[in-house]
């Protein structure tokens, strides 16, 4: 149980276009997801935070305009990067919590990753 | 505010060898502690948890103790092998924040190579 999965796991673009990237919740309900970034050989950034139904909630530093975030229903939340630039070239992670914030242990479970590679 | 601060690596060991990657963290509340573990080209599993002091996480032949006196949640396994090879995550979950406490503070990172 508690799979997420990512979609897709790699994507190759040209600078300016938008990316999509698609994080789902297979077998359990997500009120909370996350986004995050992570560069090579470094740690997970947090990007965002997004619950269910509202606007996302953004980390210092990351612009809302650039990385627009929809978490629609309990099972899916989306990542768009818009007019994608080189320096987004990156590794893109989504998580979720399985039930309630707060719940004894608040555990994230982690999706397999999107590599974005902007040409 | 929260930081995890976990050791340096590269590590490399033989195959059997003892692993210890040392984990230590300051928090304002009580937090949750976790180990995940990213193999290459993929994203981060679970890989053991401990909810409160005292408590050990163990799993597929890992384990780590909840210390809080020492603000510590060091990794082990008594005997490593080839596919134990990945980059190991200390991180916290603290419950004091409110409305963000599930927000996940993480280590940088240890890389583990076991050699044959």
């Known amino acids: 149980g508690a799979v997420v999965s990512q979609h897709p796991s790699r994507v190759i673009c040209k600078s300016g276009t938008s990316v999509k990237i698609e994080c789902r919740s297979l077998d359990f309900q997500a009120t909370t997801m996350f986004w995050y970034r992570q560069f090579p050989k470094q740690s997970l950034m947090l990007m965002a935070t997004?619950?269910?139904?509202?606007?996302?909630?953004?980390e210092q530093g990351v612009e809302k305009d650039k990385f627009l975030i929809n978490h629609a229903s309990l099972t899916l939340s989306t990542l768009t990067v818009t007019s994608a630039h080189p320096e987004d070239s990156s590794f893109y992670i989504c998580?979720?919590?399985?039930?309630?914030?707060?719940?004894?242990?608040?555990?994230?479970?982690f999706g397999p990753g999107t590599r974005l590679l902007v040409l | 505010g929260n930081s995890v601060t976990q050791m340096e690596g590269p590590v490399t060991l033989s195959e059997e060898a003892f692993l210890t990657i040392n984990c230590t963290y300051t928090a304002t509340g009580y937090p949750s502690l976790f180990w995940y573990v990213q193999y290459p080209g993929e994203g981060l599993q679970l890989l053991l948890k401990a909810t409160k002091a005292d408590d050990k996480g163990s799993n597929k032949g890992f384990e780590a103790t909840y210390r809080k006196e020492t603000t510590s949640f060091h990794l082990e396994k008594g005997s490593v092998q080839v596919s134990d090879s990945a980059v190991y995550f200390c991180a916290l979950s603290d419950r004091a924040l409110g409305a963000g406490s599930y927000q996940l503070t993480f280590g940088k990172g240890t890389k583990l190579s076991v050699i044959p």
């Open positions: 998580s979720a919590i399985q039930g309630l914030a707060g719940a004894t242990g608040e555990t994230q479970y």
């Open positions: 997004s619950n269910e139904g509202s606007k996302a909630t953004y």
